[in-house]
C-alpha cells in the first residue's frame, strides 16, 4: 500500500467518523471549516488516483448522469401504510386491541389491565424509502410506491448527506433493510426556495413537497444540490435478528451509523404514549422539521409477530395525527367531475389560501348531499381543512359572512364532458324479499363508454397494474387515446396499431413496439385479474378472486343468479345484483365479446370449486330468497317437511302448517303465490342443477381444497415466479397466505434473501420449502410454473 492510498483511507475514516458525530450523535467534534479542509484533501488525493476511487467514500455523494427512467423495485418485505387516529379514543381502543391480540387482562374502570410497551416517534412528513445494505454496503435505495413495488433511486439515496455508504462499527448482518423517511428540515426548505427565486426556478409549497421532488429526479446532480436528510423509522428484510424490541434495533443501527430520532422514547402504558403526544405536540411548530403527528408501536418484536397485520397495515403500530389545520377563505365556484362509473361529483373551485403549509385551491364536496347538508352557496366565506395528505375538505359554511348575491349550487342536467343525461341514482334495499327504494346520494351519467371521462377512468383501470397489468399505458397515454378517438372501450386496445401509436406525443418507434407487445402480453391473463379489470361496481380484487376460484369459468361467472353467488364468502345480496346487473347489460356484454374477439384467453378456467358446489342444500336456497319472517331456522324446517323446492311450492295451507307457525306458513305461501318470485326461485334451482352443484347432484369425491384451513407464509425472492403469483396458486389450493409468522403457520416458503421470518419458523419448528421444492410441491397437485 502506497502513502496516497493510505492517506485516503485515513481520510475517509476520519470523515466518516465525523458524518457519524455530526448526523447521528449530534455532537460536531471538529469546526466546519476543518472538515471542509478534510474532504477537500482526499478529493484531491482521488482526482490524482482515480484508480482508488470507491462507490463508499465521501466524496461520492454529487451525483452521475441524469436516468431515463427510474426502474421498479419488489419489496420482499412490503411497506405497509398505518392505521390513523385523529382522537384520544382511537387511541384506547388501539391500546384495547393489541392487548386483547397479546391475551394480556384487560382492565376496567377500576384500573388492573396490563400495560403494553409502545415506542414513541414523531411522524416526521416526507418521503418514505428504503435502503438495502449487503455486508455492510447500501446497494440500493428505493421509494415505497404502493406499498409492494417502488422506484430504484439508488443513485439518488446516495448523494443525501446523512445516509451511510458504509455502516460504522462491524455485527450487522449480511443483508439488512434500514426503512425511514426522507425529509427536508424547515431551515434547508426557507434556503431551497430562497436559491429558486434567485435563479428564477419554481418554488415549492412545502417541505414534504420538496423532498419528494427532490429525490425523484432523474438527475441526481440535482438532488445532491438539495438539503435532504434521512431518519431511520425501522428495517425491512433481514438475514439475522438485531434486537427483540423496536428500541433496541433503532439503537442498534444508530451504533451502525444510520440516523434515528432524537425524539425517540419508550412508554408504559397508553397513558405515557398520550403524554408523548401531548408534549410534542407543544413542541411542535419549535422542532427544526415538520411532523404530522406521533407513530406508536408495540415494542415487543415477539409481540409484533404475534400481532401480526390486517390488508394494509400492521396491527402493532398505528398513526396518532395532529387535528386538522383549517383556514378560512372564498367558494368562487363548484364545477362537476365524472368518474368511472359515471358519478357527478361537485367540486369547491376556492380562493387560493394556504393552509398546513399547502397551498389550496380545491377541494372535495363529495355529493350533493354533502352540498345541502353544508348550505352552501357559491360566494360563500368557508371554512377548508386539511389532515396530512388528505385531500382538503370544505367543513363549514360562515353564513353571517354570505354575500347577497350568493348563488345556489345547482347540478347539472347534462353531464359536462358528453352531454348525456344525468340522473339521480336509486338505492335498493333488498331484505325478506322486499325491495325498498329510495333516492341515492350520487348523481350518475349515463353515457357510460360513450363519455370520454367515464371511458378514460374505465380504461386506466382496466390496464392498471393488478388488473390487465399493460405497461406503458399511464393516465396521459390512455386520454390520447380516447380524445384521438383511437379507443372507444377497452377492447379497441387489442386492435391499436404501430402506424396509429408511434405518432402520439410521448411515443417514438421503441416505446410504441413495446406497447404493443405489453398490449399482446395481457392477452393471457388469470380469471380473476379479468373480472377485476372489467370494474364491475363493488368487485375488488379479493372478491374477483373468490369469483374466480369459486366459480371456475368465465361464462359462468356471467350466467350466474343472484341467489346462487350469494353462496360465496363475502358476496352479499346488494353486491350480487351489481354483479348480475353488470353482466346482463348489453354493452357490456359486446365488450366482453370484443375482447375474447381480439384473442385474450382467459387462463386457469375449469370446474367450480369443490367447496362451493358442495355448500348448496334446499335450506339454504329457501333462506336465500328471502322470504319475509322465515329465517334460516324455518327455512330448515320447509326443507325437512317438503324435501323439494317444487312441492314447498305447492304446498296447502295444512302442510304449510304443519312445518312452520300460522304468520311464517301465511308468508311463504304469499311469497310464491306472486309469479315473479316461483320463476325466480326455479330458475336458481335449474342453474344449480345446470353448474352441477344441486343437493341432488352428483357429488365429486372431493373433501373441500387440498390446502383448506391451512396458512402459508412467503419471504425471500423467487426466482421462478413473482410472489404474486406463488400466492395466487397457493389460494386456488384454498391455503391463506399470511404476512407474518406464527405458531399457526403451516409451511413457509423461502427464497434467497430470506430473513427473520425465516429464523422465526426454524426457531418454532415450522414445515419450511425452498424454492424448488415448493415448485415440486406445487406440481404434485397438478399446478405447472
Known amino acids: 500500500m502506497n502513502a496516497a492510498e493510505k492517506r485516503i483511507l485515513e481520510l475517509r475514516a476520519e470523515l466518516d467518523l465525523h458524518n457519524y458525530r455530526y448526523y447521528v450523535l449530534d455532537e460536531p467534534s471538529i469546526p466546519d471549516a476543518e472538515y471542509d479542509r478534510l474532504f477537500q484533501e482526499l478529493k484531491a488525493l482521488e482526482a490524482a488516483n482515480p484508480q482508488l476511487i470507491s462507490h463508499d467514500s465521501p466524496t461520492q455523494r454529487v451525483g452521475g448522469a441524469a436516468l431515463s427512467a427510474f426502474t421498479q423495485v419488489r419489496h420482499e418485505v412490503p411497506m405497509l401504510s398505518l392505521g390513523n387516529a385523529f382522537e384520544e379514543t382511537d387511541m384506547h381502543e388501539f391500546d384495547r386491541r393489541v392487548t386483547e391480540g397479546l391475551d394480556l387482562p384487560v382492565g376496567d374502570l377500576f384500573g388492573g389491565g396490563a400495560e403494553v410497551e409502545y415506542s414513541c416517534e414523531p411522524k416526521l412528513d416526507g418521503l418514505a424509502v428504503s435502503l438495502l445494505y449487503q455486508d455492510g454496503l447500501l446497494v440500493r435505495g428505493a421509494t415505497r410506491g404502493d406499498g409492494t413495488t417502488g422506484e430504484d433511486i439508488s443513485v439518488n439515496v446516495r448523494t443525501v448527506r446523512n445516509i451511510p455508504l458504509k455502516l460504522q462499527g462491524s455485527g450487522w448482518p449480511a443483508t439488512l433493510e434500514v426503512r425511514g423517511e426522507v425529509y427536508m428540515s424547515k431551515a434547508g426548505f426557507e434556503r431551497l426556495n430562497a436559491t429558486q427565486l434567485e435563479a428564477g426556478g419554481k418554488t415549492f409549497a412545502n417541505p414534504r413537497n420538496a423532498a419528494a421532488?427532490?429525490?425523484?429526479?432523474?438527475?441526481?446532480?440535482?438532488?445532491?444540490?438539495?438539503?435532504?436528510?434521512?431518519?431511520?423509522?425501522?428495517?425491512?428484510?433481514?438475514?439475522?435478528?438485531?434486537?427483540?424490541?423496536?428500541?433496541?434495533?433503532?439503537?442498534?443501527?444508530?451504533?451502525?451509523?444510520?440516523?434515528?430520532?432524537?425524539?425517540?422514547?419508550?412508554?408504559?402504558?397508553?397513558?405515557?404514549?398520550?403524554?408523548?403526544?401531548?408534549?410534542?405536540?407543544?413542541?411542535?411548530?419549535?422542532?427544526?422539521?415538520?411532523?404530522?403527528?406521533?407513530v406508536f408501536k408495540v415494542n415487543s418484536i415477539a409481540a409484533q409477530r404475534e400481532l401480526g397485520f390486517r390488508a394494509r397495515e400492521p396491527r402493532w403500530a398505528i398513526a396518532h395525527k395532529f387535528p386538522a389545520m383549517e383556514e378560512l377563505t372564498e367558494l368562487l365556484d363548484v364545477e362537476f367531475q365524472v368518474g368511472r362509473t359515471g358519478a357527478v361529483t361537485p367540486v369547491a373551485r376556492l380562493k387560493p389560501v394556504k393552509v398546513a403549509g399547502v397551498t389550496v385551491s380545491n377541494a372535495t364536496l363529495h355529493n350533493m348531499d354533502e352540498v345541502a347538508r353544508l348550505g352552501l352557496m357559491i360566494g360563500d366565506t368557508v371554512i377548508i381543512r386539511r389532515a396530512g395528505d388528505v385531500i382538503p375538505q370544505v367543513v363549514q359554511v360562515v353564513t353571517e359572512r354570505r354575500p347577497a348575491d350568493a348563488r345556489p349550487v345547482q347540478i347539472p342536467e347534462s353531464c359536462p364532458v358528453c352531454g348525456s343525461h344525468v340522473e339521480r341514482t336509486q338505492l335498493i334495499k333488498r331484505s325478506k324479499g322486499r325491495e325498498t327504494i329510495s333516492e341515492g346520494a350520487v348523481y350518475r351519467c349515463v353515457g357510460r363508454l360513450a363519455c370520454g371521462a367515464q371511458l378514460k377512468q374505465a380504461i386506466i383501470h382496466f390496464v392498471s397494474r393488478r388488473a390487465m397489468d399493460i405497461e406503458g399505458l399511464g393516465e396521459k397515454s390512455v386520454e390520447q387515446l380516447v380524445d384521438e378517438g383511437l379507443v372507444s372501450s377497452p377492447a379497441d386496445l387489442y386492435g391499436l396499431t404501430f402506424e396509429q401509436i408511434v405518432d402520439l406525443e410521448g411515443f417514438a418507434e421503441l416505446s410504441s413496439k413495446n406497447l404493443l407487445a405489453a398490449i399482446a402480453d395481457s392477452k393471457r391473463q388469470s380469471l380473476a385479474r379479468f373480472i377485476y379489470a372489467l370494474g364491475i361496481p363493488d368487485v375488488g380484487e379479493e372478491t374477483a378472486k373468490v369469483l374466480a376460484r369459486s366459480l371456475g369459468s368465465l361464462e359462468r361467472v356471467q350466467q350466474a343468479l343472484p341467489q346462487v353467488l350469494t353462496y360465496l364468502p363475502d358476496v352479499g345480496l346488494e353486491v350480487a345484483h351489481e354483479i348480475r346487473s353488470f353482466f346482463t347489460d348489453s354493452h357490456n356484454q359486446q365488450v366482453i365479446k370484443q375482447l375474447l374477439a381480439h384473442g385474450l384467453e382467459i387462463q386457469d378456467q375449469g370446474e367450480l370449486g369443490a367447496e362451493f358446489a358442495a355448500s348448496t342444500t334446499l335450506g339454504g336456497l329457501l333462506d336465500k330468497l328471502h322470504i319475509p319472517s322465515v329465517g334460516p331456522g324455518g327455512a330448515q324446517k320447509l326443507a325437512d317437511k317438503f324435501g323439494s323446492l317444487q312441492a314447498v311450492i305447492e304446498a296447502d295451507w295444512l302442510d304449510m302448517r304443519q312445518a312452520l307457525p300460522e304468520k311464517q306458513a301465511n308468508a311463504v305461501r304469499e311469497f310464491f303465490a306472486n309469479e315473479d318470485n316461483r320463476q325466480q326461485a326455479l330458475a336458481a334451482e335449474q342453474q344449480l342443477r345446470d353448474f352441477g352443484m344441486h343437493w341432488q347432484s352428483e357429488k365429486k369425491v372431493v373433501e373441500g381444497l387440498p390446502l383448506a384451513g391451512q396458512t402459508w407464509v412467503l419471504t425471500g425472492s423467487l426466482e421462478l415466479m413473482s410472489r404474486d403469483i406463488a400466492k395466487d396458486k397457493l389460494e386456488s389450493l384454498g391455503a391463506k397466505v399470511a404476512g407474518s409468522v406464527s405458531a399457526k403457520t403451516y409451511c413457509v416458503v423461502a427464497g434467497p434473501g430470506a430473513g427473520s421470518k425465516l429464523v422465526k419458523a426454524n426457531e418454532l419448528g415450522l414445515k419450511v420449502l425452498d424454492e424448488q421444492a415448493f415448485v415440486a410441491f406445487l406440481g404434485g397437485h397438478g399446478i405447472t410454473v
Open 213 to 294: 421532488g427532490s429525490l425523484r429526479q432523474l438527475d441526481s446532480k440535482i438532488t445532491a444540490s438539495r438539503p435532504l436528510e434521512f431518519c431511520c423509522y425501522g428495517i425491512g428484510q433481514v438475514s439475522a435478528d438485531i434486537a427483540d424490541t423496536h428500541i433496541g434495533n433503532l439503537l442498534q443501527l444508530k451504533t451502525w451509523g444510520v440516523p434515528v430520532s432524537r425524539e425517540l422514547k419508550l412508554a408504559k402504558g397508553i397513558g405515557e404514549c398520550l403524554d408523548y403526544y401531548r408534549d410534542i405536540g407543544e413542541r411542535r411548530n419549535a422542532l427544526p422539521y415538520e411532523i404530522d403527528g406521533v
